[in-house]
């Protein structure tokens, strides 16, 4: 056999051996929904600087942790969580899925 050819097949059988490999794996998610035993951690939206805001909200990043720090110092506090919908970029399932992290005292 030349050595082109054998290098080919080897690619083939390693290229099979991984494909083989991920589908018999399964899959893991890095961000896992919290389980009833744990502890989920809550920030309160009318103290909170922007970045802590953006590390303990899921699906909040800088961005949008500023647009709620700035709704907030032009608005005053927030009265109900569900305030967080007047913020430029929270929407309903932001909002769903952070509900039990938020807190207002």
Do not use: C, W
């Not at 709704?71 to 769903?96: A, C, K, Y």
Request: charged letters at 20%.
């Amino acid at each position: 056999m030349s050595s082109q050819f054998t290098k080919y097949a080897f690619n083939l059988l390693l290229a099979g051996s991984v494909t083989m490999l991920l589908a018999s794996t399964p899959a893991v998610s890095l961000a896992q929904e919290p389980q009833k035993s744990d502890v989920v951690q809550q920030v309160n939206i009318n103290m909170a600087d922007e970045q802590i805001i953006a590390d303990v909200l899921v699906g909040v990043g800088a961005a949008k942790a500023k647009a709620i720090v700035q709704f907030r110092e032009e608005h005053g506090p927030f009265t109900s969580i569900d305030q967080l919908l007047d913020v430029n970029g929270i929407g309903e399932s932001t909002l769903t899925t952070n509900r039990d992290r938020i807190k207002l005292e």
